[in-house]
């Protein structure tokens, strides 16, 4: 009971944010649903570099490559994830589709402040999953076309600092 006889209301509960998990190389990456349009097996893509599905045609980029880890050889667990905002679609390989998940937004987390250059362009923050952390990918990064993005990439490689075991800008050195 509270002041003047009323039931303290219950607080009320975090909006979640849905994520589908998904692993490319040795990452484990959380990718915002908002903007998925589908998730392809190889076989039903096709083998072209455009794949076009619902009257949307959406751009093939290896999500692996875009964050420049190293990848599994195709395989039987791997897919294409259809992303697009109704102004740019783009699809995605990744190695595995682990689940679709509803996070409390009190639960995802930003980058650490030492995270100071391109990452912060393409992660947002990260969430635990399980025992493991799934980086958040930036939605608009996704979106991006290759070349820009690579481009912007080129100019901002990090090296790593042995004396300070982080990594650095070397533009800004």
Partial sequence: MALRGHNIAAAPTEPTVRFLIATCGPCMLAVPSDWIRGILTREEAGSAQVVTSAGTTYPLTSLTDRLRLSSRADSSDTRLILYGNGTCARAFTVDEVIELID????????LPA????????????????????ALIVNPLWLLETTGRMDTFQSRTTLQLDETRGTLQDPALV
């Fill in 103 to 110: 996070v409390d937004r009190r639960d995802l987390r930003p």
């Fill in 114 to 133: 030492h995270f100071k250059g391109a990452e912060r362009t393409r992660l947002s923050g990260f969430l635990f999953y399980g025992s493991a952390m």
